[in-house]
């Protein structure tokens, strides 16, 4: 069985908390005996307040995300864009997050002509190499070479080559 992991971005202290710390990772325990229920459940409290590092202090991912949602109602831009790809598909998913509906559809209908686009090529490439492999086995086979040797070469099957 896989660990299952909560993870909770609070904009708030936890309550009851005798010192605030930035992550509190939490695992249940029986009540009566202390012993842990289970090493596969637990619970990650990320209390944002308690990050106060600004933008150039991040000096890693987990900083920066924390970064960018603490900051995510006020920022103008996406930090950290050029240094990190991850960023550049966050601010996509934020983008994409922020179209209506009418505009939404419209990407959705664009990405879905551009995909089958991408599948056409492919397969017109795929049968462009199928139809290069049948040449290059009919010419072998004129020059005399051996079935065996023309599939190996070519990849084709005996079945193919023989039929050729």
Known sequence: ?????????????????NHHKLRTDILLADRSTQEIFSDKLRFIFIELP??????????????????????????????????KSVFQKLEEVVTLASLSKDEREKYDESLKV?????SELAYAEQKGVEKGKLEVAMNLKQAGYAPETIARLTGLSLEVVAGL
């Open 1 to 17: 069985m896989k660990a299952v992991y909560g993870v909770f971005f609070l904009n708030f202290y936890l309550p009851d908390a």
């Open 50 to 83: 308690s990050f106060v590092k600004e933008e150039d202090e991040c000096v890693n991912d987990f900083e920066r995300w924390i970064y960018v949602l603490k900051n995510m109602d006020t920022l103008q831009r996406l930090p950290f864009q050029a240094r």
């Open 114 to 118: 551009l995909r089958d686009r991408i």
